[in-house]
């Protein structure tokens, strides 16, 4: 299907990312910290929404899926909240089981399907 797939390890490797090259669906982790020596405990409380808003300014923002951290009820509702109103096109749970997977693939499904009509950019 002509799908590649990169990976940051931080905020400032996922800009990196956004400048070189096309990105047509995004996965943020909200624990994503902002610098490459930060981990998920020291990160910013809004890493994760900081690098959703850096591609809702890219030039053809991508659609985006957030992987939620594990947070307090209060916490974790203002967090899916603000992913939501930032232009988040799903919110899920970070998959750690077999059936975990196949939610987020689906949901990756769902999101080529609304936004490509089903077919991944620049294929046949």
């Known amino acids: 299907m002509g799908v590649v797939a990169h990976r940051a390890t931080s905020g400032a490797d996922a800009s990196r990312v956004m400048r070189s090259t096309s ?3 995004a996965v943020v982790d909200l624990g994503l910290p902002l610098d490459a020596g930060g981990s998920e405990s020291t ?3 809004d890493g994760g929404l900081r690098l959703l808003e850096m591609l809702r ?3 053809s923002a991508p659609p985006t899926v957030i992987v939620k951290r594990m947070r307090s009820h209060r916490d974790e509702a203002r967090e899916i909240s603000a992913a939501l109103k ?3 096109f799903a919110v899920v ?5 077999p059936g975990d997977l196949e939610i987020m693939l689906d949901v990756l499904r769902r999101c080529l399907c609304r936004f490509y009509k089903g077919r991944w950019p620049g294929t046949a």
């Open 86 to 88: 930032a232009g988040a």
């Open 23 to 25: 990105i047509h669906i």
């Open 57 to 59: 300014r890219l030039e």
């Open 93 to 97: 749970d970070r998959p750690s089981t």
């Open 43 to 45: 990160a910013s409380p």
